[in-house]
């Protein structure tokens, strides 16, 4: 694990949000800093909040001067303590470290979770502030039996304002804060987990589910009331003919150039379930 630039991360979230960094990390607007996680209790399966931000404060990042606590370097730096931020679920190019710097949000960690009977899907409308002719947003679905990796950032207030009004373009509120009712969130430690394929996911018309077994988790299960996602509440995610378009199995470019037709969309609301 080496600190690099965000600004030298080769993929911008215009192209696609992933790929993600291979390590959980914390940035500055100048440098990635990695993080080394602490040990988890092989005896715990659970983390409740207060278990999760004790975990975290047990964490270390790496910096040029040697490694050093995560709370001790947000004391040093004037940014919020641990047990002040929100734990929000990254699902699209808000874990990608370019995003991150246009934001200007600095000092946030962001660790691997695994999210079990949820995935991340495209949104069926264009963002088109940024390039022609425009970036498709990510929000999340319910399918059983589903399992991927991404990313759990430790916003401050102010980080979580940032990122909720820039996906809104700084009007309205079809992005919101939401806490899931559905769905499993574990910290994911190890190597890297692959989801299903395409050809695991059976469909009756109605409903699609992943057949095959499923992986065991890696870390604790972490209290889902604790959480928040930025689900989009306008319209949902975009309906492929009844089925979902996943980003595990479709980019982005790729969805939109072979994929996308506007005006299919599937009800937020109907898609997963929130608290």
Known sequence: MQIS???????SAASSPEPFPEHAWMQTLSAIHPLILADLDTELDFF???????WLNN?????????????????????????????????????N??????L???????VPIRMDGICRVWTDVIDGREVTPGIHHVTLARTKGWWECTWLGFASKDDARKMTEWLNDGVGT?????????GKVSIHMGEKLYSPSENMISWDGTTECVEGEIPETTGPE???SSLKAILF????????RGRLARCAHIKQRQFHDSMFRRGSSKQWNEIIDIA
């Not at 040697?66 to 004391?75: A, F, S, T, V, Y």
């Not at 079809?174 to 559905?182: D, G, P, Y």
């Not at 509440?233 to 492929?240: H, K, L, V």
């Open 5 to 11: 630039s965000p600004r030298a991360w080769p993929w």
């Open 48 to 54: 409740a909040h207060e278990q999760l931000v004790e």
């Open 59 to 95: 964490c270390e990042m790496i910096t040029e001067d040697g490694n050093i606590g995560i709370q001790k370097w947000l004391e040093e730096n004037n940014k919020a303590p641990i047990n002040e931020r929100i734990p929000f679920i990254l699902c699209g190019e808000l874990g």
């Open 97 to 102: 470290p370019h995003r991150l710097v246009d």
């Open 104 to 110: 200007g949000i600095t000092g946030m960690p962001i």
């Open 174 to 182: 079809n992005w919101r804060w939401s806490t899931l009712a559905e």
């Open 222 to 224: 972490i209290e889902l």
């Open 233 to 240: 509440t306008r319209q949902g995610c975009y309906d492929n």
